[in-house]
């Protein structure tokens, strides 16, 4: 079915805040922890039980992962693009929930540079890549090199790894293409590209290349018979960590495999792990690809949980797509 570039836009932030929202149930969890915890698998929305956070979450409440994605989107709103200035302006103005580096970055971001970029070399981790999503609804994917720089200026401060920024490329690039009604083959292709050209921002921190990574997802994918890919994915990748290296290529390989959202985030759910950041992602690409597969009636327990109108924020940002 043929989508309008609004219509994946709208879906697509729709279900970064979805996944974000269900995946904070089990972030931290095992898949047999779920089970033992909650009584079964994660069907749907439930009241948080978290002892692994230090953080009190309500029911269908959305996190940094939203929080962040939300603010670089508002920054691009108001500026007609990315603004680093902007951006950590924003980032210092409150903290945010479930963010355990605010403190400490706005204490190194009024220091020295050195500290500075040693508060980004740590930055190795999901942040980054579940933030990027703006980035590739206003950018086209024939556009790669700025969706690139963007994504350094809205990252780089925070997560300045070679590791983070590769993965953070390929999600926005990835993003962009399924905003533009590619085929998957297409998006995998350059989501790979996106993460050669962040290789070369970064500090080098010594992790596995990011493409290696996408094309052992792809391989998985493709080896893949019957139900469960999360599953597989868990042993062939890693389970989906907390790690940029880790979870990006996971949560495209969910896209390549799967056409469901519904699908798509109930399984990361279930894997546990860093789970709300990457059903966040996962579930924003997917449902980009196939918007009609985002169940309406969690946007509208999310939206409702966290008073957000997450749609006009979709349709400002589609219209500075170049």
Not at 8 to 21: Q, T
Not at 77 to 106: A, C, M, T
Not at 231 to 243: A, W
């Amino acid at each position: 079915m043929d989508f309008s570039k609004e219509r994946r836009a709208v879906s697509c932030i729709e279900a970064v805040a979805v996944g974000d929202a269900m995946g904070k149930i089990t972030e931290g969890y095992s898949p047999e922890e779920i089970i033992s915890t909650y009584g079964g698998r994660i069907t749907g929305f439930r009241q948080p039980i978290q002892p692994k956070s230090r953080f009190t979450w309500k029911y269908a409440e959305v996190t940094d992962d939203t929080h962040f994605t939300l603010l670089i989107a508002d920054s691009i709103i108001e500026n007609k693009g990315v603004n680093q200035q902007d951006v950590i302006r924003r980032i210092l103005s409150h903290p945010i929930k479930g963010w355990p580096r605010w403190q400490e970055f706005y204490q190194v971001i009024q220091a020295h540079e050195n500290e500075q970029r040693q508060f980004a070399m740590n930055g190795d981790r999901n942040g980054a890549p579940m933030r990027v999503s703006p980035i590739g609804i206003i950018n086209t994917p024939t556009n790669l090199e700025k969706i690139v720089l963007d994504v350094e200026s809205a990252c780089k401060m925070t997560h300045g790894t070679k590791s983070a920024l590769s993965a953070a490329s390929a999600m926005a690039a990835a993003t962009s293409a399924t905003i533009e009604g590619w085929p998957k083959s297409k998006i995998m292709e350059i989501a790979i590209k996106a993460s050669e050209l962040g290789e070369a921002l970064g500090i080098d921190d010594g992790k596995p290349r990011i493409k290696d990574r996408i094309l052992a997802g792809i391989k998985a994918v493709k080896d893949f018979k019957g139900d469960g890919l999360a599953t597989i994915l868990s042993h062939e990748l890693n389970p989906p960590g907390f790690k940029a290296w880790e979870s990006v290529p996971y949560a495209l390989s969910m896209l390549y495999g799967l056409n469901n959202v519904k699908d798509v985030i109930l399984e990361i759910v279930n894997q546990g792990g860093d789970a709300d950041s990457v059903a966040s992602m996962a579930g924003s690409v997917t449902a980009a690809f196939s918007p009609d597969t985002l169940p309406r009636e969690w946007v509208n327990i999310v939206e409702r949980a966290n008073n957000l109108h997450l749609s006009d924020t979709a349709r400002n940002l589609v219209k500075l797509r170049e």
